[in-house]
């Protein structure tokens, strides 16, 4: 199943109907002339966007209403008021935000499920239409970089979808932000502190990766940033259980020290591995959190770490513990990501998610704490748009803290192969 909103969404088609398009942004204006300027490794990234969708009980959202979302956006922008900028170009072809206030746009749509009825759904991937997505271009400096839709369900309750441009900051970045708009909407104060130029770079850990694999240079697209695949892609997300579908996999002495994680991606890898046997994904990507906090805290900006693992022995064959033993020592091409797109100065079009066959931990990610008015929402969903050909697994925390949410976007001729190995394996239901 693969679900896209880049066309036709305005019109209503789908569940999401009534569709009413507007723009919020910062209530201060930005003194002229204000740029912001993306590193390497956020131009790097300009042809992925990151979605999140966060929906809520009608006890908790019943009485919120338009006026009182956009309120505390606008306080929220007044923080963050260069991501309501508009892309622009040098004469050299860099891009860069003109900080120009020209704000995020803002949907309205309404859906005639109940939430119950919503969350009834097992594929999760339903809640890509939670979220509405445009690309940026062709004409850049009239594309948002930030979307934000709140549909009102039949019963009342509200669910909030975003899709942000990955050049402005990782998804660690769009989920801070939602807490910070959050914050607001429940009277909170914010404060969100800039991150300047100098401490937008990182050290290279591994000075000896020259050609990182985790990149991987597409036709150029110009001024429509939209992924150039040549196979259809769709995406499949699924909740299940540590105890009863994961710790199965490995053994029980080792299971306590191994992050949840590193075992869910051994089996996933294993099991595509099955499937696309010519050739086998011998390289895979792993993108996580800097471990070692080395952007500033509460910041937004690109510092997620992407690291390479390589195997020399058949996927299929090995055993979880084998490939998770491999992913523990994934080696951090993070800064050489980041030297390609700076010394192509924006010139050239890259993919990183899907590149390789990729996985994104969010688990450590508490996606949860984004209470509004002192409710946590009743489900959480996360993804990544313009997904190259070898695939993305995204996965994180669920409702109950014994489960995890797997959001899976591979090539459609593969997916129900897939999933056909996952019900042999037992991470589905058969």
């Not at 890509?128 to 850049?140: A, D, M, N, R, S």
Request: charged residues 25%; contains cysteine; glycine residues 6%.
């Amino acid at each position: 199943m693969g679900r896209s909103q880049e066309k036709g969404q305005g019109q209503g088609q789908g569940p999401i109907y009534n569709m009413r398009l507007s723009t919020v942004g910062a209530t201060r204006a930005t003194e002229t002339g204000t740029t912001h300027e993306p590193t390497g490794l956020d131009l790097a990234m300009k042809l992925h966007y990151l979605k999140a969708a966060y929906i809520y009980t009608p006890e908790m959202a019943r009485d919120l209403s338009v006026t009182h979302v956009k309120e505390a956006m606008f306080k929220l922008f007044d923080q963050i008021a260069w991501t309501t900028g508009r892309l622009w170009r040098r004469d050299s072809g860099r891009p860069y935000i003109k900080c120009n206030d020209c704000g995020a746009r803002f949907v309205e749509g309404e859906c005639n499920f109940t939430v119950e009825e919503w969350l009834s759904k097992p594929d999760r991937s339903v809640d890509e239409f939670l979220v509405y997505h445009q690309p940026v271009g062709p004409e850049l400096p009239f594309s948002p970089l930030i979307y934000v839709q709140m549909t009102r369900f039949k019963c009342r309750g509200l669910a909030f979808g975003l899709s942000w441009a990955n050049i402005m900051g990782d998804s660690f970045s769009l989920l801070y932000a939602f807490n910070l708009w959050a914050k607001v909407l429940s009277g909170g104060k914010i404060y969100a502190p800039e991150t300047s130029n100098l401490n937008r770079r990182f050290p290279n850990p591994n000075p000896t990766v020259k050609d990182p694999e985790s990149i991987k240079q597409v036709d150029p697209v110009g001024d429509l940033w939209i992924t150039p695949n040549n196979k259809k892609m769709a995406t499949y997300s699924f909740n299940l259980t540590v105890a009863d579908q994961i710790s199965p996999h490995f053994p029980a002495n080792g299971y306590d020290q191994v992050p949840v994680f590193e075992i869910l991606a051994g089996i996933i890898w294993k099991s595509i591995a099955k499937v696309r046997k010519d050739p086998e994904p011998l390289t895979v990507t792993i993108i996580r959190k800097d471990p070692d906090d080395l952007k500033p805290i509460r910041s937004i900006r690109n510092s997620q770490m992407i690291s390479s693992v390589h195997v020399d022995f058949p996927v299929a064959e090995a055993s979880v513990e084998e490939l998770v033993r491999c992913i523990e020592r994934a080696t951090d091409e993070r800064c050489g990501v980041d030297e390609i797109g700076e010394r192509c100065d924006g010139s050239l079009d890259f993919v990183v998610y899907g590149a390789k066959l990729t996985f994104v931990d969010l688990s450590e990610v508490d996606l949860y704490e984004a209470k509004v008015l002192g409710k946590s929402p009743e489900s959480v969903y996360c993804n990544v748009e313009g997904v190259g050909e070898e695939g993305l697994v995204v996965v994180y925390a669920a409702a109950k803290s014994e489960e995890r949410v797997v959001t899976m976007t591979l090539p459609e001729e593969e997916m129900e192969r897939v999933k056909s190995e996952f019900k042999k394996c037992g991470l589905i239901a058969p």
